[in-house]
Every structure is written in structure tokens, then in C-alpha cells.
């Protein structure tokens, strides 16, 4: 039952050293949670995929949104949902060259996290809470191609804020502002990006390459 499950979600939580909410308060259970607003436009859904299917980029889309976490549970290792994103993009870079480099080159593979920030960020927790996400003990992972899981090396967050809106809401959206970029802040992995709330896939696209390229395919972490 829920409230059993509940119980051992706040077990969980005792035995760990990473809060993770009961499962009615994350959502739905299942990848692909119900979403509104901007994080359910698809324009920002298409303008990911094109981020992948742009060559220069070099990187991929996860098998799904799902981010987990292995956390300790009465004793045993357990999977726990961290959240959904509103994309999820993968890259490898190798690693060569350097001390004790013969005969051990890798791959770190690095992670985008896209969260659409909007009615969602009315509270100072929420945005804070996704940008905490690379001081997560066990790390973060994600679903590949062939039902892999992989922990994701290194990551940033990239808040997307919707601008724009009308004289009635404006000050939610101010809340909603100033709490991302507070979050972002405050949190080096984290970014924070605003378009038109009426922006097309393209123009949502083009801030985002400017954006995450440098960390994907060049010289390390955007410029916030």
C-alpha cells in the first residue's frame, strides 16, 4: 500500500545520507510523469531531439528522462527514483594523455539535465533541490540503449525559463526567477537560461548549444 511504501521510503531515508521523497510526493512511479505548462510544450521536447541529431553537438539522448540513485536500504543497495527531467543529454569524452596515461584511456560520460522551471518553481526547495543533483553521494544515473544503466561522471542542470507572460501572473513569474537563478547561484553545477515563452523549437535550440556545447564537445563548463 502507499502507506507502507511510504514507511520504507522514510527507512530509506534514515539509512542513507540522501533524502529522497515518499513516492506520491516525486510523482508517478513510472518514467514520463503527467507534466503541464511549458515542460509538457514540445517545443522544448523537439528542441532537444535536434540537439542530437546536430553532428557537432556529439551526443545523445538517454533511454528515457528517469534519474536514479542506489541508495542503502535495512542493509541492501536499492534503486531509487531522483526525478524526471525534461531532457537528458549524454555525451563520452575520452581521457588521455596525463600521469600514468599508457594503456588507460577511458570514457567519462557527461550528462545534461534539462528542467523546463515555471509553475514548478514557486518555492525556493524546488529549483534548489534539482540543482543539488551532483552532490548526490551515490551519484546519478541514467538508462542507456540495451537497458544499461550508467552513472553519469560529470553533469550540469540547465534551468529553461519561460519569459513572458501576462500582467496577472507576472508576479509568479517573478517568484519563479528569482528562485532559479538563486538556485543557480548558489549551485556550481547549475544554469540557468531564459527564452520567450512563445519561442520556437529552433530559437529554444540555439540557446541551449550556446550554452552546453562548451561542456559536452569543448573546453569544460559553460559560462554562467
Known sequence: SKGNE??????????????????????????????????NCSRLRNAVKSLTNNTAMKCSQAKSNCLYTPLNRSGKYVWAKVLDSDGTLIAERPVSGGEGAENNSVQLLLGTIIQSEDATSQTKPNPLGKAALLHVPNGIWVDMDGSKRRRLDQLIIVFVLPKGTAHAHRKKFEVARRNVLNASDIMSGAITIEVARSAGAEEIARKLRATIRPFLVGRGRPHK
Open 6 to 39: 511510504d514507511q520504507d521510503a522514510a527507512k530509506g531515508n534514515r539509512d542513507s545520507n540522501f533524502i529522497v521523497a515518499p513516492r506520491h510526493a516525486m510523482g508517478q512511479s513510472t518514467c514520463g510523469a503527467f507534466k503541464t505548462g511549458f515542460s
